[in-house]
């Protein structure tokens, strides 16, 4: 198995090369960088899960920079905000590919429907395209999208992961709430096969970002009387839920559950005293410490945060870890096909075998262009302190 760590810096919408002022080379001659685009909603409705991936990247591209960058080359970063924002975000990655000349996109803009939409446009443009973002669709199916990968879990693994517990604890009845983004209703999708094909009875309300009371909803589902509720969101919305959800159900051996889009102490903080007990399906990121030492990703983790708490004196989260795998994976592909050409680059991705990251061990190929197995999802609740194992 393979372990990478590495990279130089930059901020909102400026151009950086770190320790490196020559650029691009403009002559026709070869390049003296590699030029990598980002979009990431670091304002605006995403703003919780794209200021963390900054950092991710941020600190991914100075590690590679101080190491002396990819075969010599020094990364040149340019870097935008679509606010959570489609539109802006496909401008903006137009942009990227004509103005500025990337050679290659790291990051989605903090959304699956700005992932997705970005794709249309790298594709055809011959560059790689590594997402930072959810839905599998992003990738799938990989036929369509042959330079397109992502460093995030499909849905489908997270929901195997998830109906594994539930069936773990005798659940037989669950009530879906996904929101109505790309990322919430790609969960839909592969939950209506997965979840009755277990056996499992399953009630659904989707819901709109930025919904403030989920007690109707909550209402009308509690007729089913689930043993699990489950939302599917990275907007803060999921915050009302899981208040609303603890001031419904009275039974202490319901679940209320977030899925992998959720994993942050900052909306378990602001839920306060009704955040304790929700459980959550995620990366190994969170409960890193907890791990055993024989675990491959234990010592990658720790790597990672400690250099990130040394940067920005505070604790990542696994948004900060899909960017930095994103920007690292992305680096190995270059390294190894010795070429930014993006056919190159994808065929490098899908050669090259079990790769050590902080959300899980990727393994690429020409069938899977997210390369994350249900091996790396692990099952977490909120004690009121911090993430810890949910167990069986």
Known sequence: MKTRHGLAAALSTAVLVAGCSAGADSGGGEA??????????????????????????????????????????????????????????????????????????????????????????????????????????????????????????????????????????????????????????SALEVAKQEVPAAGIKMDVASFDTGTNDFTPTLGKLAAGKPQAYLAWTTDSSGVAFIKNARALVRDDSVLIQHGHGFVDDRYMRQAGEASVGTVLASPKLPVYDLLPDSDPQKKTIGDFVTAYQAKYQEQPNVYAGQAYDAMMITAEAIEK?????????????????????????????????????????????????????AGS
């Open 32 to 185: 003296k960088t590699i030029k990598v685009g980002t979009l990431f909603s670091v304002t605006g409705p995403a703003a919780n899960v794209g200021d963390k991936m900054r950092k991710g990247i941020e600190l991914a591209i100075d590690q590679i920079n101080q190491r002396g960058g990819i075969d010599g080359k020094k990364i040149e970063w340019k870097f935008y905000d679509p606010a959570g924002d489609t539109a802006t975000a496909v401008s903006q990655t137009r942009k990227l590919l004509t103005s500025d000349k990337v050679d290659v996109v790291v990051g989605g803009g903090s959304a699956s429907g700005i992932a997705l939409a970005m794709a249309q446009l790298t594709e055809p443009a011959k560059k790689l395209f590594v997402a930072t973002e959810g839905a599998r669709n992003i990738v799938q199916p990989e036929s369509a999208h042959a330079l397109t990968f992502k460093a995030t879990f499909n849905d489908t693994v997270v929901i195997q992961k998830i109906i594994e517990f539930w069936k773990a604890k005798g659940v037989s009845r669950v009530a879906m709430l996904p929101d109505t983004t790309g990322f919430g209703q």
């Open 337 to 389: 096909a010795g070429t930014t050409d993006g056919p190159a680059l994808a065929k490098a991705l899908e050669n090259l075998g079990e790769y050590v990251g902080l959300t899980g061990v990727f393994r690429y190929s020409a069938q899977d262009h997210s390369g994350l197995a249900s091996d790396g999802v692990t099952m977490i609740k909120w004690d009121g302190t911090r993430f810890v194992p």
